[in-house]
């Protein structure tokens, strides 16, 4: 029997963790996993063989985010993630809120500036890819759709505006649909998270103060989410209503675990994103003053002697 349409059997055994994370190889999620990593490498050649150091941490920040993307989509987690309402849920917030941190720390933007071609002068070229590149970054499109005032009701609406919809049950019932709908959680945990990780380059980079203000004014909506699904008498979820006989499941009883999972996740990319802010606060901080004090080995520390005269002047009065 299928699912939907969508070409998956209903007749999975119970869900077990090892059954879950059997490789199946999803070709969309699998070739773009890929993909991802072989231009990630490619950059990171390029510079290393021009000789330019690229971070460690970087690069293995960016390959754990696409392994969390291979492991939700390329697995049996995805297809018991049809017909378990939980394990739906384990997918949505590992690829919207824990692999959008990790990509996102992997700074891609930064290394494609870095190892894109410029445009040949010398043939008379006026834009090469990374003119591009940086042609797009400056666009008004991009200043809008990681402006706050676009990406949080983005993130709001992509819970509230599609579970408690038909439009779920709708994508749900074939297989392109749940492909756009997984894609379109990872890209709305892009656009949400890019200007508040602020490690790549944006038109948007608010201070460290409103990037905090902005991460909180999108997770409670999670939490609410979850509690929503938790407190709930009855199934809310068309395509979960009816778990397969096989799987041994109750409807209301998954959905509940499914509103658990909601409510926990929620505090995970918080904790993430916030150590990363302090820490690239601290770094900021600690730039600025090497910044200062070589400035004030260059000067003779002209401000402070200005300062220490500005003091005897008032004193004098």
Same mark, same amino acid.
């Given at each position: 029997?299928?699912?939907?349409?969508? +070409?998956?059997?209903?007749? !999975?055994?119970?869900?077990?963790?090892?059954?879950?994370?059997?490789?199946?190889?999803?070709?969309?999620?699998?070739? +773009? @996993?890929?993909?991802?990593?072989?231009?990630?490498?490619?950059?990171?050649?390029?510079?290393?063989?021009?000789?330019?150091?690229?971070?460690?941490?970087?690069?293995?920040?960016?390959?754990? +985010?696409?392994?969390?993307?291979?492991?939700?989509? @390329?697995?049996? #987690?995805?297809?018991?993630?049809?017909?378990?309402?939980?394990?739906?849920?384990?997918?949505?917030?590992?690829?919207?809120?824990?692999?959008?941190?990790?990509?996102? !720390?992997?700074?891609?933007?930064? #290394?494609?500036?870095?190892?894109?071609?410029?445009?040949?002068? $010398?043939?008379?070229?006026?834009?090469?890819?990374?003119?591009?590149?940086?042609? #797009?970054?400056?666009?008004?499109?991009?200043?809008?759709?990681?402006?706050?005032?676009?990406?949080?009701?983005?993130?709001?609406?992509?819970?509230?505006?599609? *579970?408690?919809?038909?439009?779920?049950?709708?994508?749900?019932?074939?297989?392109?649909?749940?492909?756009?709908?997984?894609?379109?959680?990872?890209?709305?945990?892009?656009?949400f998270f890019w200007p508040i990780m602020g490690v790549d380059p944006g038109p948007h980079r608010p201070g460290y103060v409103m990037r905090m203000l902005e991460l909180f004014a999108g997770m409670p909506f999670h939490?609410?989410?979850?509690?929503?699904?938790?407190?709930?008498?009855?199934?809310?979820?068309?395509?979960?209503?009816?778990?397969?006989? $096989?799987? +041994?499941?109750?409807? !209301?009883?998954? &959905? &509940?675990?499914?509103?658990?999972?909601?409510?926990?996740?929620?505090?995970?990319?918080?904790?993430?994103? #916030?150590?990363?802010?302090?820490?690239?606060?601290?770094?900021?901080? &600690?730039?600025?003053?090497?910044?200062?004090?070589?400035?004030?080995?260059?000067?003779?520390?002209?401000? !402070?002697?200005?300062?220490?005269? *500005?003091?005897? $002047?008032? &004193?004098?009065?």
């Open positions: 029997m299928d699912h939907g349409g969508h +070409g998956m059997t209903m007749d !999975l055994p119970p869900f077990t963790l090892a059954r879950g994370l059997e490789f199946t190889g999803e070709p969309f999620f699998l070739v +773009g @996993c890929l993909l991802a990593l072989a231009l990630y490498g490619w950059g990171v050649v390029r510079l290393r063989r021009r000789g330019d150091a690229w971070p460690v941490g970087r690069t293995v920040a960016f390959v754990t +985010g696409v392994l969390t993307v291979a492991l939700v989509m @390329c697995t049996a #987690l995805n297809e018991y993630g049809m017909v378990l309402f939980s394990v739906h849920m384990v997918q949505h917030m590992v690829i919207s809120m824990l692999s959008p941190i990790l990509l996102l !720390l992997g700074a891609p933007v930064t #290394l494609a500036l870095r190892a894109l071609p410029s445009a040949n002068r $010398s043939q008379g070229a006026r834009k090469g890819p990374r003119e591009l590149l940086v042609a #797009l970054l400056h666009s008004r499109y991009m200043r809008v759709i990681t402006h706050p005032v676009f990406t949080i009701p983005l993130f709001i609406a992509s819970l509230y505006a599609l *579970y408690f919809t038909p439009l779920f049950d709708f994508l749900m019932g074939s297989k392109a649909g749940h492909i756009a709908m997984m894609v379109h959680f990872l890209a709305v945990g892009l656009v939490a609410f989410f979850g509690i929503a699904l938790m407190m709930a008498t009855e199934p809310m979820i068309g395509t979960y209503a009816h778990p397969p006989a $096989s799987l +041994g499941a109750d409807a !209301l009883s998954d &959905q &509940q675990a499914a509103g658990g999972i909601a409510w926990a996740f929620s505090e995970i990319p918080s904790v993430i994103v #916030l150590v990363a802010l302090v820490f690239q606060w601290y770094v900021s901080e &600690q730039r600025q003053a090497r910044r200062r004090d070589r400035r004030a080995d260059r000067d003779g520390d002209k401000e !402070l002697a200005a300062y220490n005269a *500005y003091l005897a $002047s008032l &004193q004098g009065r």
